[in-house]
């Protein structure tokens, strides 16, 4: 593999590692807030034992998927997946629990498939998308049958939307992100090998050659 190429994979790597380890952290303290304030802020009232039960399972998978030891056994791919789909899914029970979409939910939503565009590679991300679409629409679907309260269709529509949307935005954020750190390392790289071009030529050159900096510090010089 050319050194261009394993410079511009090495900085992508790294911008992806930063990136999850910030959005592992964005969900533990998501998960502490709800189970420290949640109640007061109106969350799971009309299902108290359920909410406190998916709060405890959602910090504990944040805990047990966010050490490095669970993307060396699953694979890294796997890991991000397993986790987004379990933050929707944690999501939308306690979106049910609090009384359905307007308890604010859905843009807890956006913010995780915001995050998932910009660690997970490929179609994943559309996927994420359609789960949290179709998590919204059936929690919404129930309540209006179960005649627990009127079926928004129009507003959770709207979310819906803004779920494709965040989600490709973010993913193209980070391909251009990508492309950029890649475009980056091919012009360092023809940069070392100007330079060194450019050493040869001094160093071949007949006449004696000095190159100087503005403090007159000596950059480069021939042996003439």
Not at 157 to 173: D, E, K, M, P, R
Request: with cysteine; net charge positive; aromatic share 8%.
């Amino acid at each position: 593999m050319p050194d261009t190429a394993v410079l511009s994979q090495a900085g992508i790597e790294r911008s992806r590692q930063a990136s999850l380890r910030f959005f592992n952290l964005y969900r533990l303290v998501l998960a502490g807030i709800l189970l420290v304030t949640g109640a007061e802020f109106g969350l799971g009232r009309e299902h108290p034992g359920v909410f406190t039960a998916a709060v405890f399972a959602y910090l504990g998978a944040i805990l047990t998927l966010g050490f490095p030891d669970a993307g060396r056994r699953l694979g890294r791919e796997r890991v991000i997946a397993l986790q987004v789909v379990i933050d929707i899914a944690a999501l939308a029970v306690i979106m049910w629990t609090s009384g359905g979409y307007r308890s604010g939910m859905p843009v807890l939503m956006m913010i995780v498939l915001a995050g998932g565009g910009l660690v997970a590679e490929g179609r994943m991300v559309m996927f994420f998308a359609a789960l949290a679409t179709l998590a919204v629409l059936f929690e919404n679907a129930w309540r209006h049958a179960a005649g627990g309260g009127p079926g928004d269709f129009f507003q959770v529509g709207l979310f819906c939307a803004g779920f494709f949307g965040i989600a490709l935005v973010s993913h193209l954020l980070a391909r251009r992100a990508q492309a950029n750190a890649s475009l980056a390392a091919e012009r360092g790289e023809a940069l070392v090998k100007q330079q060194a071009v450019n050493e040869r030529i001094i160093r071949d050159m007949q006449d004696g050659v000095v190159v100087a900096s503005a403090g007159g510090r000596v950059r480069q010089a021939n042996p003439q």
